[in-house]
């Protein structure tokens, strides 16, 4: 299975900062790459896919870069309601594998 | 939109059956040309997906728990299942039901809202 390694696994930050986080595959996925947010008690849901297209919704602070092996999360202007954890998710290869997560604190 | 929702038994005990089911609403299961997946999560974890079905019946799971998974879908109630065999307290977890895009394949761009399942004597 595809390994994905996040980092850092967390980070603290405060309102207006721009935030970025890594996602490292364990070999090329070209841009099958897809980004969630959790929030406590709450299903992820996808902020970006195919490693930059943003979700129909998701404000345009949230930027997604990369192909192959390193992607990027960026949140240019970090908003009170973005505090979550974020994990990347691989589609290249079945098992579909995620990421440890980072945990974007205040 | 097509909605999810998980439902099943919230303790089920070691080396039993651990079973859920997923109502599926906003769209029919059996002409819905997506996967039906499931997902669970660790006490304070990351993600795992457990594996999936197409409305044909076919299935992919997770080899790392290929073994002990069973999923299903019944057209009839348009729901899907899942059922994990000779569970141990290392199957305690949040358990996710969502659906793959169409569009995007492997991205699941709908889930329910997860049900508590702990493994425990």
């Known amino acids: 299975a595809i390994q994905l390694t996040q980092s850092p696994s967390s980070l603290s930050a405060s309102v207006g900062d721009r935030v970025t986080i890594t996602c490292r595959a364990s070999?090329?996925?070209?841009?099958?790459l897809a980004w969630y947010q959790q929030k406590p008690g709450k299903a992820p849901e996808v902020v970006i896919y195919d490693a930059s297209r943003l979700k129909n919704g998701v404000p345009s602070r949230f930027s997604g870069s990369g192909s192959g092996t390193d992607f990027t999360l960026t949140i240019s202007s970090l908003q009170p309601e973005d505090f979550a954890t974020y994990y990347c998710?691989?589609?290249?290869?079945?098992?579909?594998?995620f990421g440890g997560g980072t945990k974007v604190e205040i | 939109q097509v909605q999810l929702q998980e439902s099943g038994p919230g303790l089920v005990k070691p080396s039993q059956t651990l079973s859920l089911t997923c109502g599926v609403s906003g769209a029919s299961i059996s002409n819905h040309g997506s996967y039906w997946t499931w997902i669970r999560q660790h006490p304070g974890k990351g993600l795992e997906w457990i594996g999936h079905i197409y409305n044909s019946g076919s299935t992919y799971y997770n080899p790392s728990l290929k073994s002990r998974v069973a999923i299903s879908v019944d057209t009839s109630q348009n729901r899907f299942s899942l059922k994990l065999t000779s569970v141990t307290v290392a199957d305690t977890a949040v358990y996710y039901c969502?659906?793959?895009?169409?569009?995007?394949?492997?991205?699941?761009?709908?889930w329910g809202q997860g049900t508590t399942v702990t493994v425990s004597s």
């Open positions: 969502a659906t793959e895009s169409m569009a995007v394949t492997g991205l699941m761009d709908v």
């Open positions: 998710q691989q589609s290249k290869n079945y098992p579909l594998t």
């Open positions: 070999q090329d996925i070209n841009s099958d």
